[in-house]
C-alpha cells in the first residue's frame, strides 16, 4: 500500500509539473501566410502566436531580427519560425545566379540530393559526338564546379525528372542553361571544400 500511495503521489506531481510547463507560454513569431524558399520576409507576413516548449521560437520583441532576411525553406501557414529556416545572405549573392534543371534520373546521384549539397555540373557530349569519338567521353566538359545544390523536387526512384535549382557563378549561368536545353547536362556531388578523404 505504502508503494501505490508513492506512485499516484510520483503521478501527480509528474502531472502537476506538465501543468506548470503548459502555462509558461511565450508569444512567438509565426508565418501568416505561406511563403516560398527565396522569399524576403516582410514584416506583413509575420503573425504572433502563443506556444510553450517549442525550442528556438523567436520570441515577437525579436521581430527586426527576421524582416528582410530570405527564407531558406518553404514556410507554411501558421508554422512557429526559428533561426534556421532563414537567413541574412540574400539568394542568390552577388556574382551568383540559380538555375533550374530538369534531369533524368540517370544524371543525378542516385542517393538523392538535399539542399546545401555541393555538385559538379557536367555537360554530356552529344549522341552523334560520342559516336564519331568515343574519347569524348573520356574528358566531358566540366561546365561548373563546387556549385551548390538549392532545391530539389521530385525523386530518382520514381522514374520521373528531377528537378533540381543550383547555385552557380554568374558567368557559368547561360551556357548550363544552353545545356540543358539540349538535355545534355549530368550532376555529380562532391565533397565540400575542406572535406577530409575516408579514413582520414
Known amino acids: 500500500m505504502t508503494l501505490a500511495a ?7 506531481l509528474a502531472v502537476a509539473a506538465w ?4 502555462g509558461q ?34 520570441p515577437v520583441a525579436q521581430i527586426d531580427t527576421l524582416v528582410g532576411k530570405t527564407a531558406v525553406v518553404d514556410l507554411v501557414d501558421g508554422q512557429i519560425l526559428t533561426a534556421g529556416m532563414v537567413t541574412a ?39 552523334d559526338t560520342a559516336q564519331n569519338d568515343p574519347t569524348a567521353l573520356d574528358t566531358p566538359e566540366v561546365l561548373a564546379k563546387g556549385a551548390e545544390v538549392y532545391s530539389v523536387e521530385g525523386a530518382a526512384a520514381s522514374g520521373g525528372q528531377v528537378l533540381v535549382t543550383l547555385i552557380v557563378d554568374a558567368s557559368d549561368s547561360g551556357r548550363i542553361s544552353a545545356y540543358s536545353t539540349q ?17 582520414e
Request: glycine share 14%; hydrophobic share 45%; net charge negative.
Open 89 to 127: 545572405s540574400p539568394v542568390p549573392g552577388a556574382g551568383q545566379s540559380t538555375v533550374g534543371l530538369a534531369l533524368d534520373p540517370a544524371r543525378v546521384p542516385g542517393a538523392g540530393l538535399d539542399p546545401g549539397d555541393v555538385v559538379d555540373v557536367i555537360a554530356v557530349p552529344a549522341t
Open 6 to 12: 508513492l506512485l499516484v503521489i510520483g503521478a501527480g
Open 25 to 58: 507560454r511565450e508569444s512567438v513569431l509565426a508565418v501568416g501566410e505561406p511563403i516560398a524558399k527565396g522569399h524576403v520576409i516582410a514584416r506583413e507576413d509575420l503573425v504572433s502566436t502563443s506556444v510553450a516548449g517549442v525550442n528556438g521560437a523567436i
Open 183 to 199: 538535355n545534355r547536362i549530368a550532376i555529380v556531388e562532391t565533397a565540400p571544400p575542406g572535406a577530409q578523404k575516408a579514413g
Open 19 to 22: 501543468g506548470l510547463h503548459v
